[in-house]
């Protein structure tokens, strides 16, 4: 069964309210004739109710940046998978950002995971190797370990509704990126056969698996020709309405089926 491309638009620590409303609506007429794309965008949490009203009805749906796996409780600055549920369809936990500025762990990526799914929404699921470890040759057994980490208690079921993005933390934003082949071959043994060990060929072969780290217009074709890479997570060309639309219009004529 062909897999719908899925390319979303982290905005990390950008665009105020007013600012990500004006962007939704400028971004959506642009994007909806591609509906063989599922095309996703993640404000920050200040902006994230006003942006999934500016964009209720339209095709663009709505991600948060992280989410926390209680429901309530004493956890100041948080905000919990439950109280995202009536605004998004997808949170992104485990970005390299915030394993490396917040302290996120394997254990509590796979925290918020369950949480996320227990809530009816879906996980992006963000794993990747650091330079070093890429080049001590560490890659596959290390991203291997962040998705068994991550998927430990989730059902054949639910795996229906996860999303992992493989994003190279040496890649991000600094314009570098890895060839097609070689995120590839990273993304093939390291997270769909690691899902195939751990559940059957069916999970694994129905698993969308995003590459993320200085994508753009001008190299998303090749990441999109490639067997295993089901779309993109992307950072600073989610920030421009073109941008984001190029990627989606060669999301939908590369692999859209």
Same mark, same amino acid.
């Given at each position: ?13 950008? *665009? ?15 994007? &909806? ?27 663009? *749906? ?10 309530? #409780? ?27 500025? @917040? ?7 796979? *925290? ?15 794993? #990747? ?15 291997? #370990? ?10 054949a079921d639910e795996m229906g509704r996860v ?12 314009g570098r990126s890895a060839s097609g082949e ?33 994508? *753009?217009?001008?190299?998303?074709? &090749? ?7 089901? #779309? ?14 190029? @990627? ?7 692999k859209g089926a």
């Amino acid at each position: 069964m062909p897999r719908t491309p899925i390319i979303a638009g982290n905005w990390k620590m950008h *665009k105020t309210p007013e600012e990500a409303v004006a962007f939704a609506q400028q971004l959506a007429p642009m994007v &909806e004739p591609y509906d063989n794309v599922e095309r996703v965008v993640a404000p920050t949490f200040l902006a994230l109710g006003a942006v999934a009203a500016a964009l209720d009805g339209s095709p663009v *749906k709505v991600a948060a940046q992280d989410g926390h796996w209680e429901t309530s #409780g004493a956890y100041t600055s948080q905000v919990s998978a439950a109280m995202l549920q009536p605004f998004v369809d997808y949170v992104i936990i485990g970005h390299s950002e915030c394993r490396a500025y @917040l302290n996120e762990t394997d254990e509590n990526v796979n *925290k918020k995971a369950r949480a996320i799914l227990t809530c009816g929404l879906s996980p992006i699921i963000a794993v #990747g190797e650091s330079l070093a470890q890429n080049e001590a040759g560490d890659t596959v057994d290390f991203v291997r #370990g962040q998705v068994s980490a991550a998927l430990d208690g989730i059902s054949a079921d639910e795996m229906g509704r996860v999303v992992i993005a493989y994003e190279p933390i040496w890649a991000i934003g600094t314009g570098r990126s890895a060839s097609g082949e070689q995120a590839d071959a990273i993304i093939r043994s390291a997270v769909r056969d690691t899902v195939c060990a751990l559940y059957d060929d069916a999970v694994a072969d129905a698993l969308r698996i995003q590459y993320g780290g200085s994508v *753009k217009p001008g190299n998303m074709e &090749e990441f999109m020709t490639q067997p295993n890479i089901d #779309g993109a997570l992307v950072g600073g060309a989610s920030l421009q309405s073109d941008d984001f639309a190029a @990627l989606v219009e060669i999301a939908s004529r590369v692999k859209g089926a």
